[in-house]
């Protein structure tokens, strides 16, 4: 079946724009993370939905990011006012039970 | 806090020698185990998971991984390395009740030599 699609696959910003980056998980799946992946910082924890419940924010860097889960489904991951410390490779993943899914990432650049 | 530790973050090997990457967790209770794979450009690939069943977990492309709680470690091994296995490998832990969110390793880059 179809796998975890995340869009775009790269983005190119100026520092101040906002991005928003999409992802849409496995089918069925009810939690949904937001990884970050850059060389500094290697793989970091940002955002996590599990069904209705409450997300846990507790890897969001500042203000500037935001995640929301429409209908238990598809995620939207916005950073605002991006800055250059911004650019790596956002990842999603989705699962079930213990195991996560992976989508292929976004990569942002920030000039 | 939870934290991962991979001993080396390259490894190179030839081709048909043993693989061994290491990971050590620090937790009091043992965790949830994981190895991912990254290819490059690609996202993360899970190999194998330790979720308290069998302490000795084989995975996919011929890895497997023995959880030792004495050690708080999970080694990845691979008993003969083949060319198509160069790539990142990442060991990851999670809470147990925790929500799942994983805590990664800074990562082994494996190499393999013809």
């Known amino acids: 079946g179809a796998g975890v699609s995340q869009s775009p696959s790269n983005k190119v910003t100026e520092k101040g724009k906002d991005v928003e980056l999409r992802c849409d998980p496995i089918?069925?799946?009810?939690?949904l993370y937001w990884y970050r992946q850059s060389l500094g910082q290697g793989l970091e924890f940002l955002i996590y939905?599990?069904?209705?419940?409450?997300?846990?924010k507790s890897g969001l860097p500042s203000d500037r990011f935001s995640a929301e889960r429409t209908g238990g489904s598809v995620s939207t991951l916005t950073i605002q006012r991006t800055q250059q410390e911004d650019s790596a490779v956002y990842l999603c993943a989705s699962s079930l039970k213990n195991e996560q899914y992976f989508g292929p990432g976004t990569r942002l650049t920030v000039t | 806090a939870q934290s991962v530790t991979q001993l080396g973050s390259h490894v190179s090997v030839s081709e048909g020698a043993l693989v061994l990457l290491r990971c050590n967790y620090s937790?009091?209770?043992?965790?949830?185990l994981f190895w991912y794979v990254q290819y490059p450009n690609q996202g993360l690939q899970l190999l194998l998971k330790?979720?308290?069943?069998?302490?000795l977990v084989k995975g996919i492309n011929g890895f497997e991984a023995e959880f030792k709680k004495s050690e708080t470690s999970f080694h990845l091994t691979k008993p003969s390395a083949h060319m198509s296995d160069a790539a990142e490998y990442f060991c990851a832990v999670s809470e147990r009740n925790q929500g799942g969110k994983l805590i990664f390793g800074q990562g082994t880059e494996l190499s393999v030599k013809p």
């Open positions: 089918s069925g799946h009810t939690a």
């Open positions: 937790s009091s209770v043992p965790p949830y």
């Open positions: 330790y979720t308290s069943a069998a302490t």
């Open positions: 939905f599990q069904g209705n419940s409450a997300p846990d």
